[in-house]
C-alpha cells in the first residue's frame, strides 16, 4: 500500500477509537484536560502524559491508563503490519526470493537491512546507529505488542508508548524513502 493510501486508511482507523469508545461515568475530582468526546485516542496519546484522566464532558472521563487497552494495541498492529510490509517490499526490490523471505523471521530481515547500503537511501535517519537503534526497539515492542496481550497494559509507560510511536511513524517513513529510491534507481 502506497503512502498516501496507508495514512489515510491509518487515519479511518484511528477515528474510530475516539476518547468517548473509552469514557466512563466515574465521580473524580480534579482539574483535568476537557477533549472532545469524538477525538481519536491515537492524537491525544502524546498530551496525555501529565494528567490520569481526561475529561470528555457529563461526568464522563477517560483514564490515561486505558491508553494501553485494545483500541491502542490495535493500532500498534496496524501499523506494524505496515512497518513489515516495506520492509518486505524492500528486499523483494532487491531482488530477494519470496520463498526464501517467508522462511525468515523478522530480525533476519532487520540485521539484513540494517546492514546493506539501502540505509544511506533514507533522510530520516543521520547515521546507521540511530537507524538501527529505532529497529531494535520497534522490533522489540512489536513483540510485546504480537505476543504479551497483557503486558502492554501493566508494564509500558504512557512515555515509552509516544516514544514507539513516533519512533514508528519515523522508520515508516524513512523505509518508504528507501523503497522509492530503489524504485527510482531501477527505472533510470
Known amino acids: ?10 487515519r479511518k482507523i484511528a477515528n474510530i477509537f475516539t476518547l468517548e469508545t473509552m469514557a466512563k461515568s466515574l465521580d473524580v475530582t480534579g482539574n483535568f484536560p476537557k477533549r472532545s468526546p469524538q477525538t481519536p485516542i491515537w492524537d491525544v496519546m502524546d498530551s496525555a502524559l501529565d494528567c ?12 490515561c491508563r486505558h491508553f494501553f487497552k485494545r483500541p491502542t ?4 498492529m496496524v501499523l506494524l503490519a505496515e512497518l513489515e510490509a516495506r520492509l518486505f517490499r524492500i528486499h523483494e526490490r532487491n531482488g530477494n526470493d519470496i520463498a526464501e523471505l517467508n522462511d525468515k523471521n523478522m530480525n533476519e530481515l532487520i540485521k539484513e537491512l540494517v546492514d546493506s547500503e539501502f540505509v544511506k537511501l533514507q533522510i530520516e535517519y ?9 529497529f531494535k526497539a520497534i522490533s522489540a515492542f512489536r513483540n510485546i505488542v504480537m505476543h504479551y496481550n497483557k503486558k ?30 530503489m524504485t527510482q534507481k531501477k527505472k533510470d
Open 1 to 10: 500500500m502506497y503512502p498516501g493510501e496507508f495514512d489515510n486508511l491509518f
Open 52 to 63: 490520569e484522566y481526561i475529561d470528555i464532558g457529563d461526568g464522563r472521563y477517560v483514564s
Open 73 to 76: 494495541r490495535i493500532l500498534f
Open 126 to 134: 543521520p547515521t546507521r546507529a540511530e537507524f538501527k537503534e529505532d
Open 152 to 181: 502492554l497494559e501493566k508494564t509500558i509507560d504512557l512515555n515509552m508508548l509516544i516514544k514507539r510511536k513516533k519512533q514508528m511513524t519515523k522508520m515508516l517513513a524513512a523505509l518508504q524513502q528507501i523503497s522509492d529510491k
